[in-house]
């Protein structure tokens, strides 16, 4: 009464349970750090150039002010130390800022990382237009904030 026709051998896998695979695969368990190092590895440049940037300084503010751990007042924006003392790294260094070094320095790196590498891929083809577009948006915003007398301390988080 049961015929062979009604079972598939390509049925055996119907629910993904395929046993004839490596079970070591299955539970090989890399930690949390090589899996986010491997994922960092795998980003564009100038997503890894920012993101690097941004905790480098960051680390900085935390090692030389242990009480407050706040980003170095030297890398904020200050146009009067920019142009009467030649300070020329003030705007760049100024969009490196997202806050102290903690949770929420993460949550903040973790969504540009997400956005940036993103778009950074969209235009993998003519790199330059993503350039244009990150240049045009700092550009806008330190004219913005000057004009507007707005304080620049977080002009990271608004990249």
């Known amino acids: 009464d049961?015929?062979?026709?009604?079972?598939?051998?390509?049925d055996d896998d119907l629910f993904?349970?395929?046993?004839?695979?490596?079970?070591?695969?299955?539970f090989d368990e890399q930690s949390t750090l090589s899996l986010a190092y491997s994922a960092f590895q795998k980003s564009p440049p100038l997503t890894k150039i920012y993101l690097t940037s941004?905790?480098?300084?960051?680390?900085?503010?935390y090692v030389q002010n242990q009480k407050t751990h706040e980003y170095p007042s030297y890398?904020?924006?200050d146009w009067k130390h920019t142009l009467q003392k030649f300070q020329f790294w003030?705007?760049?260094?100024?969009?490196?800022?997202?806050g102290?070094?903690?949770?929420?320095?993460?949550?903040?790196?973790?969504f540009v990382w997400t956005?940036?590498?993103?778009?950074?891929?969209?235009n993998h083809n003519q790199p330059y237009e993503f350039w244009y577009?990150?240049?045009f948006g700092c550009t806008s915003m330190v004219m913005g904030y000057t004009f507007l007398n707005i304080s620049p301390r977080f002009l990271g988080h608004n990249l």
């Open 75 to 77: 890398f904020l924006l």
């Open 54 to 61: 941004s905790f480098l300084a960051t680390l900085i503010g």
């Open 90 to 98: 003030r705007p760049i260094t100024a969009f490196l800022n997202f």
């Open 16 to 26: 993904g349970l395929d046993d004839s695979g490596d079970l070591e695969d299955d």
């Open 115 to 122: 956005y940036m590498s993103t778009l950074e891929r969209l």
């Open 133 to 135: 577009m990150i240049f």
């Open 2 to 10: 049961y015929e062979s026709d009604d079972f598939d051998e390509d």
């Open 100 to 110: 102290p070094l903690g949770l929420g320095w993460l949550m903040t790196a973790h």
